[in-house]
């Protein structure tokens, strides 16, 4: 009975049946088909050759680089873009303007032009690289400079609007009845943006996996060093292994539809949380 009153209800847009159906076509064609093929093209290796492929020495450092430097990027770009969603929407300075469009500029900055600018800058010669005791270009911690300038955004835009949206006067109650700041800030602020916090990071981490552009030219691509996921599964496509290929890519893509059911669900725990 509540299907039919849905499909009864009147509505702005067409009707029920029509979006749902468009939603369903759109979804299959755009998402369920491609990573089907995926699937279906893995499953022409036998389970020896799938685990050799997805379990070899090379592989498995590429796994520890992308996940570990994606989820410790995404860790540092939730405090550092906390910081920089809290000035933007709490205080007015000059040039506020140009630093917030500047927080979008990892959005529209094609990722191989980040990548050459980021090499440029952290190069043994560049100009933060040559003043640096250590070398960060070519090494895993330039691919995690590279994954917190594209994350960082994520962050920032989805803390942002639920800072300025937030009611001062529960602050000022918590600091009229004896809180001090940090008590103010760690039982008052950040339960109420801890959802959007943990959304920000799930798309920063997700971002960080699929990073291609950005990272290959500051990390070096060394293998067993500073070799990415997406470059190997690259290089076993230049080398026509379309097999091997997609059976990395498959596992890439279960661990992290792993890790955003993890992070979805602490998403629902901290909203219950909240509204409790």
Not at 49 to 68: C, D, M, N, P, Q
Request: charged share 10%; proline share 5%; net charge positive.
């Amino acid at each position: 009975m509540s299907i039919l009153r849905t499909l009864k209800k009147p509505s702005i847009i067409p009707g029920f049946g029509l979006t749902l159906g468009f939603t369903l076509v759109y979804l299959v064609a755009i998402v369920l088909i491609p990573l089907s093929g995926l699937f279906i093209k893995s499953a022409t290796l036998s389970s020896a050759e799938f685990w050799h492929t997805v379990g070899s020495a090379r592989v498995l450092h590429a796994y520890k680089i992308s996940f570990g430097l994606s989820f410790a990027a995404a860790l540092v770009n939730c405090v550092f873009g906390l910081i920089l969603a809290w000035v933007l929407s709490r205080y007015h300075f000059p040039f506020k303007k140009a630093i917030d469009a500047m927080v979008d500029l990892p959005f529209a900055l094609p990722t191989a032009v980040a990548g050459i600018a980021l090499t440029a800058l952290y190069a043994p010669q560049g100009w933060i690289g040559r003043l640096l005791p250590f070398k960060v270009a070519f090494t895993p911690l330039g691919i995690l400079i590279a994954l917190m300038f594209v994350g960082l955004p994520f962050i920032v835009r989805t803390i942002e609007p639920i800072l300025q949206d937030a009611d001062r006067e529960v602050e000022e109650a918590a600091v009229s009845l004896g809180a001090t700041r940090f008590q103010t800030f760690t039982r008052v602020i950040i339960p109420s943006i801890l959802p959007a916090l943990l959304t920000g990071f799930a798309m920063a981490f997700a971002r960080g996996l699929g990073e291609y552009g950005s990272v290959i030219f500051i990390a070096g691509n060394i293998p067993g060093v500073s070799e990415i996921v997406p470059l190997v599964i690259v290089t076993r496509l230049e080398q026509y292994d379309y097999a091997g290929a997609t059976a990395i890519a498959c596992v890439m893509l279960v661990a992290s539809f792993m890790m955003l059911f993890i992070i979805n669900w602490l998403q629902k725990w901290a909203r219950d949380d909240v509204a409790i």
